[in-house]
């Protein structure tokens, strides 16, 4: 199913609001269709129950998306990409960028 980029957006917000899920993007094939999902949580969730309730929230809207295509990177520190008070949403180029500590879990 090619999807529109209005309901690629929609998704990506509906998803990013699913509890400790802080950000969501969604990467279309050539023909429009869902290749992958990405997934930034926290450690507060199962990694497996996101990806559940990724699938249930896509179902509602039609989408029948094979889990394997939903990945979950978990930051050890919630809210960590969130830029500081004060600082715009992009760093300067000639700063350097702040490592992450991300968590990858198997979901089988």
């Avoid at 249930?56 to 008070?85: M, T």
């Amino acid at each position: 199913m090619r999807l529109a980029a209005d309901l690629v957006r929609e998704l990506e917000q509906d998803i990013a609001l699913l509890p400790n899920v802080s950000f969501c993007s969604i990467h279309l094939d050539p023909r429009g269709e869902v290749e992958t999902i990405d997934v930034v949580s926290d450690t507060g969730r199962n990694p497996q129950r996101i990806v559940r309730d990724v699938e249930i929230l896509l179902r509602r809207h039609g989408l029948d998306i094979d889990h394997r295509k939903i990945g979950v990177a978990q930051l050890s520190r919630p809210g960590s990409l969130e830029p500081p008070p004060g600082r715009a949403d992009a760093p300067a180029e000639d700063e350097s960028e702040e490592l992450l500590n991300l968590t990858f879990s198997p979901l089988m």
